[in-house]
């Protein structure tokens, strides 16, 4: 199994650019994840969805923030405008529904430098 | 107060130390407990699950306190591939929206050293 697939793996911008990050889960998982992960805040969850359906994005820090995941095997996560303080690991994490596990499969990340 | 606290550390210790991490979490209603572990650069790995009974996987034991809402993770026998950083991680009741929704504090940085 390939894993988790986030593209690109580094993304450095100027601000006010958009930004989009891309995730590719474990086939068959049917929960999606997207953390960000700062030295200030730690690892944070921004927003999952379970079976394509958006969950939870009460972690989603403004309207400057949209995820999506139009099918099964693709989510995007979308900056715009993008700011400095949006500077950044993203961490995008599929996880199995099987009862009893929380298990989560991150990918490797994406390196945001927003300048 | 943080949902889930560690000492963020660093610990240095020599190879062949014992060394413990401690964890607390605020919400009393939290369902189930993990240790992760995240190598520099690296994303997060499951290290393994926290059971109430406490658990072992080879060098590695973890122990649960639901009263005092605590979490331990002992490492004997430290070796210089145990250096990282670990976190501790903590769910909500399972069911509806909070399945899933893994708190992690803020980690606690290992370093191993000949």
């Known amino acids: 199994d390939a894993g988790v697939i986030q593209s690109p793996r580094h993304e450095v911008t100027e601000m006010g650019q958009e930004v989009t990050l891309r995730c590719k889960p474990i086939?068959?998982?049917?929960?999606l994840f997207w953390y960000r992960q700062t030295m200030m805040r730690g690892l944070e969850l921004l927003i999952y969805?379970?079976?394509?359906?958006?969950?939870?994005d009460s972690g989603m820090p403004e309207d400057r923030f949209s995820a999506k995941m139009p099918n099964a095997s693709f989510s995007t996560l979308k900056i715009q405008p993008s700011e400095p303080r949006d500077s950044a690991v993203y961490f995008c994490a599929s996880s199995p529904r099987l009862a009893g596990t929380d298990t989560q499969y991150f990918g490797p990340g994406t390196r945001l430098t927003v300048l | 107060r943080k949902e889930v606290e560690q000492d963020p550390g660093p610990f240095n210790v020599p190879e062949g130390a014992t060394v413990a991490f401690n964890c607390t979490y605020s919400n009393s209603a939290s369902q189930s407990f993990f240790w992760y572990r995240q190598d520099c650069r690296k994303e997060p790995k499951l290290l393994m699950s926290v059971y109430s009974s406490g658990n072992e996987d080879g060098r590695f034991t973890a122990q649960l306190n639901r009263a005092s809402q605590y979490i331990s993770l002992l490492i004997r026998d430290s070796k210089l591939s145990d250096s990282a950083t670990y976190l501790c991680v903590v769910t909500p009741r399972g069911g509806g929206t909070s399945y899933g929704k893994l708190t992690f504090g803020q980690g606690t940085i290992l370093t191993v050293h000949p």
């Open positions: 969805f379970n079976n394509n359906v958006p969950i939870d």
């Open positions: 086939s068959g998982h049917d929960y």
